[in-house]
């Protein structure tokens, strides 16, 4: 593959879809036989790496019927191990299975030592990082077939030896490697509070074109603290900085993550209508055009 072929984004994620859920077990016989108003699905990639089984079926059953997104947790794009080429060839099987509309990961490292943590653990903001995720991305891209996707995630504490803001480091990433990014609005507000970074100045100075996908999602406030635990609903600070990206950068396809104290199915779909509110002032005729016509066009019936 060239790096112009390698660069050129997903055709298929170019539409705006709509808004999404991340699809849980739970959730399955409700997607699939009851009348919502979801229009896609993401799912964690290492969750359907088995082959057969009933997760295997209901999600080729879901894939029929909506777009479908592959989502990962263990891809360790940071680490200064080797890549896991068993991992990328379970990943790949799975690609050409399901014929996701989008694949992504997260900007962080899982592993060292051939140990995986099990926790997405941000890299310090230098261009040695850069270089290195440059190097990396590349590869994986290569090794797919397809362009990556990678979210900006969530911090604790700063590095010391760190040269770059945030969304400096992002940029030039996705600069130097042609991935996409996967926008978590719920991860920069945890950044604010936890490190101090200013929010309004990450969506100003992030480069849209790159942004595929947002994240929405809810947190644990401890008051000098916040944790991004995916098991709670989405807060209203949150809300409001989900719109102030909207009209920033544009319809972008959006879901809400629930990971924990999941919820019935119905009220999953309550918050994101409320989310729907939120994107409406920037979704008119001439910005988004009709979501399910897109959604057609992404692969759903």
């Not at 635990?229 to 900085?241: G, Q, W």
């Amino acid at each position: 593959m060239t790096q112009a072929e390698r660069l050129v984004p997903n055709p298929s994620v170019t539409d705006f879809a709509g808004f999404g859920l991340g699809l849980r077990p739970a959730h399955f016989h409700d997607v699939l036989h009851n009348s919502h108003p979801v229009d896609w699905f993401e799912v964690i990639s290492e969750n359907f790496f088995v082959a057969g089984g009933k997760p295997r079926y209901y999600l080729s059953q879901i894939r029929e019927r909506y777009p479908v997104a592959l989502h990962g947790v263990s891809l360790s794009i940071g680490t200064r191990d080797p890549l896991d080429l068993a991992y990328l060839g379970q990943l790949k099987a799975l690609i050409d299975e399901v014929k996701p509309v989008i694949v992504s990961d997260h900007m962080c490292w899982t592993s060292g030592g051939g140990h995986n943590s099990h926790d997405l653990l941000p890299l310090p903001y230098t261009e040695e990082v850069v270089v290195h995720l440059i190097e990396r991305i590349n590869q994986v891209q290569d090794f797919l077939g397809r362009q990556i996707v990678l979210e900006n995630v969530s911090a604790y504490v700063a590095f010391q030896q760190s040269e770059l803001q945030e969304w400096e480091f992002l940029n030039a990433v996705a600069n130097g490697s042609g991935c996409g990014l996967l926008l978590d609005v719920n991860n920069i507000y945890v950044n604010e509070r936890n490190l101090g970074i200013n929010a309004s100045n990450f969506l100003n100075n992030i480069e849209g074109r790159h942004i595929q996908q947002i994240h929405v999602a809810g947190h644990s406030d401890y008051g000098s603290y916040v944790i991004d635990t995916h098991d709670a609903p989405i807060r209203p600070e949150v809300f409001e900085l989900f719109r102030a990206a909207f009209e920033r950068f544009g319809p972008i396809n959006t879901m809400i993550e629930r990971d924990d104290h999941i919820p019935e199915f119905a009220v999953l779909v309550d918050e994101l209508n409320q989310l729907r509110s939120y994107a409406a002032p920037s979704l008119d005729a001439g910005d988004a055009g009709d979501a399910g016509q897109n959604r057609e066009q992404l692969g759903g019936s």
